[in-house]
């Protein structure tokens, strides 16, 4: 299935398409009847306002799809520099956490959303270690569960200031 703004964004090309198209017949249209417009003004004042309409909103339609499509490669750039920064700044919360290469481990995949035992599983390790580990994790985070520990880096993305952990917070 298509994604929708580019569903969206065809159907709004489409619409310009069409409106110019129109427009282009119209004037086509009063061209070969411009004799009969000298007659009856009233008509060719009726003509030339549609095709004014149409050339109009199909320069607004375009305008308006250029400027979808701008934003739009904005915000996969923005996602992208997020995406980017979040892992930069988990490493950095990591460091200043004072985590073992094994805790790194266990904090990354428990933030991927991963079970005490898929971790157990994909690291090959006892479910007690992961869970020793988790709680090594939360205890050096100065957080207790694994929802806090998701939830300091999200809230620190939402407010935007940097995502220092948590007891360096407290000092303070």
Known sequence: MADPRRRRSRLLA???GL????????????LSEISEIRK?????????AILVSLVLGSALIAGE???????????????????????EVMEESFAGWGLTPAEREVAFLTIKG???????GLRDARPGTVRAQST????????SSR???LSHFIDGLLVGDGLAPPRAAAKE
């Open 136 to 143: 090594a994790v939360y205890r050096k985070a100065g957080v």
């Open 14 to 16: 489409l619409a310009a």
């Open 65 to 87: 799809f250029r400027r979808m499509q701008a934003a739009g490669r904005q915000m996969e750039g923005r996602i992208r520099l997020a995406s980017g920064a979040f892992v």
């Open 19 to 30: 409106q110019a198209g129109c427009g282009l017949l119209l004037l086509v249209d009063m």
């Open 114 to 120: 991963f079970s005490v035992d898929e971790i157990a």
């Open 147 to 149: 929802a806090q520990l």
């Open 40 to 48: 009856d003004v009233a008509h060719g004042i009726l003509e030339i």
